[in-house]
């Protein structure tokens, strides 16, 4: 399936940085990556746009991918990152990104790869799943994505980041632990789209 990334609004910094929103499947990150792409003007992909009809098929089914159903997946968000950084454009995109391997196939593009871990107990990103209607992941396959997943490390270039917040909050930690700014300040706390601020005055945090 061919993603349809958000185009970028302004300018990107002078070396590519390419974010990768990762986490188990519930914790927001489709939301929270949004939020972040427009608020620094980054292009922005849906991971999920990447897979295979057969990869999707698969989940639907309740059944987990195995690594060979994971790494050619890996492999199309590394190479459209990998595009983006060729055009001198910067971008975030959202990927489960669950094992260090994973992460590492990301990392083969260039430019600078971080990542946003995003967080939180098992209890309430299963609640999130069972409220989810448009989305092809069932909430049994959570337990096979913890069991899965390799939290990021302290020698990985990136933040975690807690989601017991709305998905504002989230991104506004997300901005602040990257050191990308001090936080959204255009972006309602319930995230809503962005209003640029006036230039003669300052942003409210």
Not at 40 to 64: C, I, K, S, Y
Request: proline fraction near 10%.
């Amino acid at each position: 399936m061919t993603p349809t990334p958000t185009p970028a609004t302004s300018s990107s910094p002078d070396v590519p940085t390419h974010l990768v929103v990762m986490g188990v499947s519930g914790t927001g990150k489709t939301t929270v990556g949004r939020l972040l792409a427009d608020a620094l003007g980054w292009t922005f992909a849906e991971g999920d746009d990447f897979h295979p009809a057969a990869n999707v098929a698969r989940m639907q089914a309740g059944v987990p991918l195995d690594d060979a159903a994971r790494l050619p997946w890996l492999g199309a968000i590394r190479d459209w990152t990998a595009g983006r950084d060729a055009a001198g454009v910067s971008t975030v995109v959202t990927c489960s990104a669950l094992r260090v391997a994973y992460r590492d196939v990301l990392r083969e593009a260039p430019g600078r790869t971080r990542f946003v871990h995003l967080v939180g107990d098992a209890a309430l990103v299963g609640t999130r799943m069972t409220l989810r209607t448009d989305h092809f992941m069932p909430p049994s396959l959570l337990p096979s994505q913890l069991a899965t997943l390799e939290p990021l490390g302290p020698e990985e270039d990136g933040v975690v980041v807690p989601v017991d917040g709305p998905p504002a909050q989230v991104a506004d930690a997300a901005l602040r632990a990257l050191g990308l700014g001090t936080g959204l300040g255009r972006v309602t706390a319930d995230g809503a789209a962005p209003v640029p601020a006036p230039r003669d005055r300052p942003r409210a945090h």
